[in-house]
């Protein structure tokens, strides 16, 4: 099974301001299996960054994913007050799929 | 809409059996792999098993392959997640989420079931 470690657990900055949010594998993933989603309080996650680096339809251009191999990053350019939410990173090509453990980006 | 619907919040005792549904619209619901995840209150994601609407070909977590059953009934477009004896730890919500054939990832999700198990 593939782990999946994020890093920070918790993320405090303020809007306007940039985001990294970093998805550590215990193995090699295939940039062609590897996502991002957003959750945020009483909703379901929501898909915004497929295939490492590619955007789902509707998610703005401030988001952008990068990364390969073992290391993979979300990066929130300028933050807006809806984009304060849990994040979690997944590997989906490789069975039991599976999730990191969630960074809370919250308002600082 | 493209949409995926799932039954309603559940309160079980332990022992009890469980089957909860989603019903996907708006789409062929057979073009896509079901997939259910898990999250246990306050925690994280966990994926528990997929199921092909066309031929019910399923693919567990190793984890959770022996509690627990998915099936599919295509002619109401419905998927479905069952416990023949539910646990106080299945207390979690559950989601579906439809998976893409040709890139798998997990792009609409269902709105969850709340499932609690207590004496």
């Known amino acids: 099974e593939i782990v999946l470690t994020q890093s920070p657990g918790t993320l405090s900055l303020s809007p306007g301001e940039r985001a990294t949010l970093s998805c550590r594998a215990s193995?090699?993933?295939?940039?062609?299996?590897f996502a991002w989603y957003q959750q945020k309080p009483g909703q379901a996650p929501r898909l915004l960054i497929y295939?490492?680096?590619s955007r789902t339809a509707g998610i703005p251009d401030r988001f952008s994913g990068s990364g390969s191999g073992t290391d993979f990053t979300l990066t929130i350019s300028r933050l807006e007050p809806e984009d304060f939410a849990v994040y979690y990173c997944?590997?989906?090509?490789?069975?039991?799929?599976?999730f990191g453990q969630g960074t809370k980006l919250e308002i600082k | 809409e493209v949409q995926l619907v799932q039954s309603g919040a559940e309160v079980k005792k332990p022992g009890e059996s469980l089957r909860i549904s989603c019903k996907g619209s708006?789409?062929?619901?057979?073009?896509?792999?079901i997939t259910w995840v898990r999250q246990m209150p306050g925690k994280g994601l966990e994926w528990m098993g997929k199921?092909?609407?066309?031929?019910?070909?399923?693919y567990y977590s190793p984890s959770l392959q022996h509690h627990l059953t998915l099936s599919v009934d295509k002619s109401i477009s419905t998927a479905y997640l069952q416990w023949s004896s539910l646990k106080a730890s299945d207390t979690a919500m559950y989601y579906c989420?439809?998976?893409?054939?040709?890139?798998?990832?997990?792009?609409?999700w269902g709105r969850g079931t709340l499932v609690t198990v207590s004496s």
């Open positions: 708006g789409y062929s619901f057979t073009s896509y792999w």
């Open positions: 989420a439809r998976q893409d054939f040709d890139h798998w990832y997990f792009d609409l």
């Open positions: 199921i092909d609407p066309a031929d019910s070909q399923i």
């Open positions: 193995q090699s993933v295939s940039t062609a299996y």
């Open positions: 295939g490492a680096s």
């Open positions: 997944q590997q989906y090509g490789s069975s039991p799929y599976t």
